[in-house]
């Protein structure tokens, strides 16, 4: 076939027309699959099975079985959190109708979730930051003159130093460590500025006051 007939011409038109189609098609595009973090989902799974101890005061006793009889093997604070077996969490009524409530964790074992009511156990929350440490400033109120500072807590031991009326000074424990002479008098152990003992007073009488 020659080139220049006009058929030849048309079949080369044809096919480049064909080939330009071809490559004009969008091929699809697969998007990956989702898939779930495992450390999320680990997470979600354990705050789920968390619970903490929000009554009584005393916390609760952690039994081996669920029956206040049941041997002890250990116990959880009140505020302390705890982890289920399972969510929903495996339950057990006794006799008297008291509610116990299986755990892995601090102790495998089961704790009482009450008799009706509430019940003692909530979902954790965030964890509270940990209440500020209690001041050991004070300072002196009475008497004008001052206080004086003693090795011992007693009127007749050394004087080893002196605070002035206002003037702070830091105790070594909170609550105060105190001592009470054959007078009736209440002695305050400090640590600064002088370690020793200052006197509180006689009765009702205060020379210290927490510092503003």
């Known amino acids: 076939m020659k080139k220049d007939n006009p058929t030849y011409k048309n079949t080369l038109l044809c096919t480049a027309i064909a080939i330009a189609a071809v490559g004009s098609v969008s091929m699809p595009v697969y998007a990956n699959p ?27 006793v952690i039994r081996a079985n669920p029956s206040t009889g049941a041997q002890r093997v250990g116990g959880v604070g009140q ?17 008297a109708g008291r509610t116990w409530v299986q755990i892995s964790a601090p ?3 089961w704790i009482s979730n009450g008799i009706g009511g509430p019940g003692f156990l909530v979902y954790c929350g965030p964890t509270p930051p940990p209440p500020p440490p209690p001041s050991r400033c ?4 009475n008497p004008p003159e001052g206080l004086v500072i003693k090795r011992e ?9 002196g605070l002035a009326q206002y003037q702070r000074f830091t105790i070594t ?11 009736g008098r209440t002695w305050v152990q400090i640590a600064a500025p002088t370690a020793g003992w200052v006197s509180n ?12």
């Open 34 to 60: 989702v898939t779930s973090d495992p450390n999320s989902l680990a997470q979600a799974a354990a705050a789920d099975l968390c619970r903490r101890v929000i009554n009584p005061p005393e916390g609760l």
């Open 79 to 95: 505020g302390e959190r705890v982890t289920l077996t399972t969510s929903p969490a495996t339950t057990n009524k006794d006799s």
């Open 107 to 109: 102790n495998a074992g």
């Open 138 to 141: 004070r300072r002196v109120i």
């Open 153 to 161: 807590a007693s009127r007749t031991s050394a004087t080893i130093g």
């Open 173 to 183: 424990t909170s609550p105060a460590t105190t001592s009470r002479d054959s007078e």
């Open 201 to 212: 007073g006689m009765g009702g009488q205060s020379n210290i006051g927490v510092c503003p």
